[in-house]
T-cell receptor, first 110, second 111 residues
Framework: RKEVEQDPGPFNVPEGATVAFNCTYS??????FFWYRQDCRKEPKLLMS???SGNEDGRFTAQLNRASQYISLLIRDSKLSDSATYLC???????????FGKGTKLSVKP | DAGVIQSPRHEVTEMGQEVTLRCKPI?????LFWYRQTMMRGLELLIY????????DSGMPEDRFSAKMPNASFSTLKIQPSEPRDSAVYFC?????????FGSGTQLSVL
């Protein structure tokens, strides 16, 4: 079983919609999680960290559910510019390397 | 800051040739990662260095792949001999803490 799993999508939503992605992880000892965003033919960039208490940054909300071993990303009032692939990341292993999910593709349509 | 710098941006080569990818991390960052990205497998960690020392190379596919970090400002990933299945985007990334900063990647095509 892959350590970090995501629904690849694509999620096709209209502008203004609310959309949510989940990501499951297998390493229960992992302490840190992140969401990265990757635009087409570009490098991944940090979107936000995921805290146990949940955190919000404008239209974006990230949450961690340790009991069920998943993290989520909620995007409210989606914009055309939100179209991208969203990568779930955990710090795993004894050496602290970052492990990426394959990503969930989001396409926001006018 | 110029960010993580990778070269070349694109590399097209023939099967059997040696390929060398280069990376200059952000100045002051103490960890450097090499990732490979394909549609089928996503982003795969190949190897990472901490203070120039290789920490985990379990992701290196086979002996054809090797990576070095002779100093804090330079790293190379070498494939010898290259094969068509090595075609992918290779990303280098560096960090001082938790946020990973990626270079623009090298698009490698092995014919």
């Amino acid at each position: 079983r892959k350590e970090v799993e995501q629904d690849p999508g694509p999620f096709n939503v209209p502008e203004g919609a609310t959309v949510a992605f989940n990501c499951t992880y297998s390493n229960s000892a992992s302490q840190s999680f992140f969401w990265y965003r990757q635009d087409c033919r570009k490098e991944p960039k940090l979107l936000m960290s995921v805290y146990s208490s949940g955190n919000e940054d404008g239209r974006f909300t990230a949450q961690l559910n340790r009991a069920s071993q998943y993290i989520s990303l909620l995007i409210r009032d989606s914009k055309l510019s939100d179209s991208a692939t969203y990568l779930c990341v955990q710090i795993g292993g004894s050496q602290g390397n970052l492990i990426f999910g394959k990503g969930t593709k989001l396409s926001v349509k006018p | 800051d110029a960010g993580v710098i990778q070269s070349p941006r694109h590399e097209v080569t023939e099967m059997g040739q040696e390929v060398t990818l280069r990376c200059k991390p952000i100045s002051g960052h103490n960890s450097l990662f090499w990732y490979r990205q394909t549609m089928m497998r996503g982003l795969e960690l190949l190897i990472y260095f901490n203070n120039n020392v290789p920490i985990d190379d379990s992701g290196m596919p086979e002996d054809r792949f090797s990576a070095k970090m002779p100093n804090a400002s330079f790293s190379t990933l070498k494939i010898q001999p290259s094969e068509p299945r090595d075609s992918a985007v290779y990303f280098c990334a560096s960090t001082l803490g938790k946020e990973l900063f990626f270079g623009s990647g090298t698009q490698l095509s092995v014919l």
